[in-house]
């Protein structure tokens, strides 16, 4: 696997999403304070500014997980295909062959399962991306340029979106335990629930998003494009960092 992995060129991907500002002088080390060359909080050497050191740091780490992110695309939609095979073929089993038909629609609900399982990793690495780059520039995601920069979906930015999409992933079976959701987790169902045009809760207050929904949430994000969703994620943090 390793001689065949594609590790995206470092200029190549400056060129690729407008950020030809990292190849001036501005993305060099820097001496601190004390007059030391200066480090980032976890031991990196920082390379300029807040801003620039953000960005710089951004680029390499999406530069490592781009192929494990094509190739967890690659496995959801081979997954949602034989699901869609397989359910035809289900088509007509449950009164001629209810034996096979349930035997069928387990193996349906298996892979539909993987789909999901996958989105879900895809979720946690774009979320863990974002989250060192969001330390990086010194906001919270509370503040108005986490959740209103770059192009939103149904109101959402992707920093919300990953964020509250990981959770789901590492969180559902919680969800589907509650009555009645946390604030905490309230929280996440209210950004995923936007986004797929539903409600977080029913009429009793209890959780509508009990299940991993992170295969429903590509589409809308990204349309399944590893592609799109590396454009749209340069893009909101370019507009974050004002570059």
């Known amino acids: 696997m390793g001689e065949n992995m594609v590790i995206p060129d470092y200029f190549e991907t400056l060129s690729r999403f407008g950020l030809q500002r990292l190849r001036s002088g501005e993305a060099d080390l820097i001496l601190n304070a004390a007059g030391n060359i200066a480090v980032t ?3 990196d050497f920082q390379m300029g500014g807040t801003a620039v050191n953000a960005m710089f740091r951004l680029v390499n780490r999406w530069r490592v ?4 992110t094509r190739v967890l695309f690659l496995q959801i939609k081979d997954a949602e295909s034989l699901a869609s095979v397989m359910t035809e073929e289900t088509a007509g089993l449950l009164t001629l062959e209810p034996k096979r038909y349930v035997e069928t629609q387990e193996r349906v609900e298996a892979v539909k399962e993987m789909a999901a399982t996958f989105a879900g990793a895809v979720f946690v690495t774009l979320n863990n991306t974002l989250r060192r780059f969001r330390e990086d520039i010194e906001i919270k995601e509370t503040d108005a340029k986490w959740t209103s920069s770059g192009r939103l979906i149904q109101g959402q930015s992707i ?3 990953a964020s509250a999409a990981s959770n789901n992933f590492r969180h559902y079976d919680d969800w589907a335990a509650t009555d009645t959701p946390t604030q905490l987790h309230l929280r996440s169902m209210q950004v995923l629930a936007k986004v ?4 977080p809760v029913d009429q009793s207050g209890h959780p509508t998003l009990r299940t ?12 399944g494009s590893p592609d799109v969703l590396a454009e749209r994620m340069f893009e909101y943090c370019k507009a974050i960092a004002g570059f």
Request: aromatic share 0%; proline share 4%.
């Open 212 to 223: 991993n929904v992170c295969d429903r949430m590509l589409a809308p994000v990204c349309g």
């Open 196 to 199: 797929l045009g539903c409600n």
């Open 41 to 43: 909080r976890d031991g």
């Open 159 to 161: 920093g919300q979106i």
């Open 65 to 68: 997980t781009d192929q494990a």
